[in-house]
């Protein structure tokens, strides 16, 4: 059945009454190099931080994983646990579905204490993509469309607090740069940082982010061994690694930043200034949905794209169709369109190398 074979994996991680982080549980197996990031990433293991984030999300090397966390309460059952942490780790991008699947577990483990009844939930859904739900309700991987994930946080409201330099990170994205997003809020860094891809709607690409990675080796190499992503950060000292970005996006001060190094590709024109005002005026249109908004910047994007294709010649070479800098300056563009354009074409794979 569709989806069957996305599961990974799945963890249970307990804090107990003494305040002790313990890796309890996995199945079927887990590298410690992972299972390290896994702890970095649960909210149970930060010893500088009592917070408890209830549902968070990212993205390493192939793998997303999922951590639901919950308080125990007065429980029979776990009469020593405090809190408890289900982690799933899947091939695929969806949040909404695994917060579903782990509040399942959870609820297993919770009424019994014990993880075999967790596992037998875990099971069936790598052997029927279902299973049964209690309190939680059903889970069935056929009922959760990835398209309704990728449009699950709001990029009006994403806009609304960008204000009309959100053009920036639209210029960003469909110029495949890299983009460090930070908020000192995890949950809303993640609502953030995954609704962005739909700026640059035609490619629906989610595996470009990394929604919450720390300032450590591995997380560190693995985000740079890819040319571009869309990653979150809540360390604010991320702002002094400009190795890190072509641009910077400080949500909660307000501000957003184009890297020295990269300035050439984002010097703005009139097509820049249309999609810009456009955005804005859509994100304080209350009668506009969100898919509504997004579909209106992507037929901007069409145009773009569409008007670039019709610059394309015949290489002589390889036959396909090419843009060259030979053909825009030929146009007499300024040279902040022309450098744009170009880099643009690069980025749709119209530029021969």
């Known amino acids: 059945m569709a989806g069957q074979n996305n599961l990974l994996a799945a963890s249970l991680v307990e804090k107990d009454k003494n305040g002790d982080t313990l890796w309890t549980w996995t199945y079927p197996s887990i590298d410690e190099g992972l299972r390290e990031l896994l702890l970095r990433k649960c909210c149970l293991a930060d010893k500088e931080s009592n917070e408890i984030v209830p549902f968070a999300f990212g993205h390493f090397g192939r793998t997303w994983y999922y951590v639901l966390t919950v308080a125990v309460g007065e429980n ?24 579903h699947l782990s509040t399942i577990l959870a609820e297993a483990y919770t009424s019994t204490g014990n993880a075999a009844n967790l596992l037998e939930k875990y099971l069936s859904v790598v052997t029927r993509s279902a299973c049964s739900g209690g309190a939680a309700g059903d889970f069935a991987v056929k009922a959760y469309d990835v398209r309704k994930a990728y449009i699950a946080s709001s990029i009006k409201d994403v806009i609304q607090q960008l204000g009309i330099e959100a053009i920036l990170v639209y210029t960003g994205l469909i110029l495949k740069k890299r983009i460090v997003v930070y908020h000192p809020n995890l949950q809303q860094l993640l609502n953030i940082v995954r609704a962005l891809p739909t700026l640059v709607w035609h490619r ?43 641009v910077f996006v400080n949500v ?49 994007t069409k145009d773009l794209i569409n008007n670039l294709k019709s610059l394309a010649v015949e290489d002589e070479e390889t036959g396909e169709t090419v843009v060259t800098l030979e053909v825009l300056r030929s146009r007499k563009l300024t040279p902040a369109m022309e450098n744009f354009l170009y880099h643009l074409a690069s980025a749709e794979g119209l530029v021969k190398f």
Request: net charge negative; proline share 3%.
């Open 252 to 300: 909660a001060g307000g501000a957003i930043t184009v890297a020295p190094h990269a300035k050439e590709a984002f010097g703005m024109g009139k097509i820049h200034k249309d999609i810009a005002t456009r955005m804005v005026q859509c994100s304080e249109d209350d009668e506009m949905t969100d898919q509504a908004m997004i579909k209106e910047i992507a037929l901007k």
């Open 204 to 246: 629906q690409n989610w595996s470009v982010i990394y929604p919450h990675v720390h300032l450590v080796e591995d997380e560190l190499e693995d985000l740079t061994s890819t040319s571009c992503y869309v990653a979150g950060f809540t360390d604010s000292s991320v702002e002094s690694h400009a190795n890190l970005y072509d």
């Open 76 to 99: 029979e059952q776990l009469p020593q646990v405090t809190h408890f942490s289900v982690i799933v780790q899947a091939k695929d991008f969806n949040p909404e579905k695994y917060e």
